[in-house]
């Protein structure tokens, strides 16, 4: 018994109740009774094996929807709000799929075909399915983590080949063209923050007016990717903007409280422009040709933009070629004889 790590009911000079050990710590059973003293025992030990062979076996009880409960209240307090939605949203597809009930030690390459096959049916794209896949893979962790599991059953899963498109993007005619277009002079100015600064949806969502360095023209974004939690210099354009806005303690941009209003609103404006194709993270990679063409060089651009590898910025160094038209004629001499 001692090798199993239990040792049956004894009793200890001073005390009347039996005891037993697990894992040679002292545990009082308490009861003086003999009979009581081994029913507890028997009980605890048949808990103790079946853990001992989950261990051994990498077997789970729990099920999806436990761990899903279970992984929500989690996620909802360690997690920012759009990735805690994007995992809750892949577990619900995943569940839709496999059924609620099943056991985690259940799960594996043939559920996540189960998946990818249920979101082709729907129409989805392949960045959309793999968005899943790669959430899945995050919350799973979690169960490993947490020792429900022994490994992750979407680790090896392969995400679907994806074709790159390079980002749509407006120019400077554009620009003045959807500007003009949007009468709501709240939208128009947080249009032309996105426009002016190149930030990420909540990146602007969550910037607030304590994060303003007036003097050093300058601003701190807080809520983004750990690693990007800093001051970016602000350019007179956007300090421009910011001073049209009603000066408070708060956000900014207050008058959107969920991140998908912004993107909604965006769209819209985008649409009514005559721009239906684009979104608003196109905001993004038009400042970034924007920046380009004034001149800006890709490893400046990849601090503002705040990327971590610089093949992300690179997307951006053949966009455009219009200014390459008057940058060629930099090349010239005088012409002695062709033929």
Same mark, same amino acid.
């Given at each position: !018994?001692?090798?199993?790590?239990?040792?049956?009911?004894?009793?200890?000079?001073?005390?009347?109740?039996?005891?037993?050990?697990?894992?040679?710590?002292?545990?009082?059973?308490?009861?003086?009774?003999?009979?009581?003293?081994?029913?507890?025992?028997?009980?605890?030990?048949?808990?103790?094996?079946?853990?001992?062979?989950?261990?051994?076996? =990498?077997?789970?009880?729990?099920?999806?929807?436990?761990?899903?409960?279970?992984?929500?209240?989690?996620?909802?307090?360690?997690?920012?709000?759009?990735?805690?939605?994007?995992?809750?949203?892949?577990?619900?597809?995943?569940?839709?799929?496999?059924?609620?009930?099943?056991?985690?030690?259940?799960?594996?390459?043939?559920?996540?075909?189960?998946?990818?096959?249920?979101?082709?049916? &729907?129409?989805? *794209?392949?960045?959309? @399915?793999?968005?899943?896949?790669?959430?899945?893979?995050?919350?799973?962790?979690?169960?490993?983590?947490?020792?429900?599991?022994?490994?992750?059953?979407?680790?090896?899963?392969?995400?679907?080949?994806?074709?790159?498109?390079?980002?749509?993007?407006?120019? *400077?005619?554009?620009?003045?063209?959807? @500007?003009?277009?949007?009468?709501?002079?709240?939208?128009?100015?947080?249009?032309?923050?996105?426009?002016?600064? =190149?930030?990420?949806?909540?990146?602007?969502?969550?910037?607030?007016?304590?994060? @303003?360095?007036?003097?050093?023209?300058?601003?701190?974004?807080?809520?983004?990717?750990?690693?990007?939690?800093?001051?970016?210099? !602000?350019?007179?354009?956007?300090?421009?903007?910011?001073?049209? @806005?009603?000066?408070? *303690? =708060?956000?900014?941009?207050? &008058?959107?409280?969920?991140?998908?209003?912004?993107?909604?609103?965006?769209?819209?404006?985008?649409?009514?422009?005559?721009?239906?194709? !684009?979104?608003?993270?196109?905001?993004?990679?038009?400042?970034?040709?924007?920046?380009?063409?004034?001149?800006?060089?890709?490893?400046?651009?990849?601090?503002?933009?705040?990327?971590?590898?610089?093949?992300?910025?690179?997307?951006?160094?053949?966009?455009?070629?219009?200014?390459?038209?008057?940058?060629?004629?930099?090349?010239?001499?005088?012409?002695?004889?062709? *033929?």
């Amino acid at each position: !018994m001692k090798g199993m790590g239990l040792r049956k009911p004894f009793k200890i000079p001073g005390s009347p109740n039996y005891y037993y050990e697990l894992n040679r710590k002292r545990r009082s059973l308490g009861t003086p009774h003999k009979a009581e003293a081994l029913r507890l025992f028997n009980e605890i030990k048949r808990q103790y094996l079946a853990g001992k062979l989950q261990s051994l076996t =990498g077997e789970c009880g729990i099920t999806l929807a436990e761990f899903a409960a279970e992984y929500e209240e989690w996620a909802d307090v360690n997690r920012s709000p759009a990735t805690a939605r994007a995992d809750k949203l892949a577990v619900k597809n995943l569940r839709q799929v496999t059924g609620s009930t099943t056991r985690l030690d259940r799960l594996g390459a043939k559920e996540a075909d189960k998946l990818i096959t249920a979101c082709r049916k &729907r129409g989805l *794209k392949p960045t959309s @399915i793999n968005n899943y896949i790669r959430h899945l893979r995050s919350v799973f962790n979690k169960a490993v983590e947490w020792k429900y599991l022994k490994s992750n059953p979407f680790k090896g899963v392969k995400e679907l080949r994806a074709e790159k498109k390079a980002p749509a993007f407006l120019d *400077k005619k554009d620009v003045a063209r959807i @500007i003009s277009t949007i009468e709501d002079a709240d939208l128009r100015a947080l249009v032309m923050a996105y426009l002016a600064t =190149g930030r990420r949806r909540a990146e602007l969502l969550n910037l607030e007016w304590p994060d @303003i360095d007036w003097k050093r023209n300058r601003y701190f974004i807080r809520k983004s990717k750990t690693h990007l939690c800093r001051w970016y210099p !602000m350019s007179q354009t956007f300090k421009t903007i910011l001073d049209s @806005i009603p000066k408070g *303690k =708060g956000r900014i941009f207050s &008058r959107w409280e969920h991140p998908d209003t912004i993107s909604h609103n965006v769209k819209a404006a985008l649409v009514k422009a005559g721009f239906g194709n !684009m979104r608003l993270h196109d905001l993004r990679h038009s400042f970034a040709v924007l920046f380009l063409e004034g001149g800006g060089d890709l490893r400046t651009l990849q601090d503002l933009l705040g990327h971590t590898r610089y093949a992300t910025t690179e997307i951006y160094a053949h966009l455009s070629d219009d200014h390459l038209q008057d940058e060629i004629q930099r090349v010239n001499f005088p012409l002695v004889r062709i *033929k």
